[in-house]
Nanobody, 123 residues
Framework: QVQLVESGGGLVQPGGSLRLSCAAS????????MGWYRQAPGKQRELVAR???????NYADSVKGRFAISIDNAKNTVYLRMNSLKPEDTAVYLC?????????????????WGQGTQVTVSS
């Protein structure tokens, strides 16, 4: 099985910065991509940023220029650097990974989620 363990959330003032980390562990062949979603109270879950193992990225328009996603393939870890944080960035941030497995001559993929880490931007 695969586990995603997140860290780095917390309380920060507007304009501040945080870095989130998410490490994948378990038995798998490799990672196709990893990303971060967020969900604020009363709102739908939305994609924040995603990165492939090859380094291709995409971001939500609301975070472009402020957030940066990166991946360390050797550590199976994705990072989200969040700068110039705003109160509207307050949410639970969830790590997501599309992971490839190999068994009995076949490849198959699984979609996995972390439990989430709270980010609160408030003065």
């Amino acid at each position: 099985q695969v586990q995603l363990v997140e860290s780095g959330g917390g309380l920060v003032q507007p304009g501040g910065s945080l870095r989130l980390s998410c490490a994948a562990s378990g038995n798998f062949f490799d990672i196709n991509y990893m990303g971060w979603y967020r969900q604020a109270p009363g709102k739908q879950r939305e994609l924040v940023a995603r990165i492939t193992s090859g380094g291709l990225t995409n971001y939500a328009d609301s975070v472009k220029g402020r957030f940066a996603i990166s991946i360390d393939n050797a550590k199976n870890t994705v990072y989200l650097r969040m700068n110039s944080l705003k109160p509207e960035d307050t949410a639970v941030y969830l790590c997501n990974a599309d992971i490839r497995h190999y068994s009995d001559g076949y490849y198959y993929t699984g979609d996995y989620w972390g439990q989430g880490t709270q980010v609160t931007v408030s003065s």
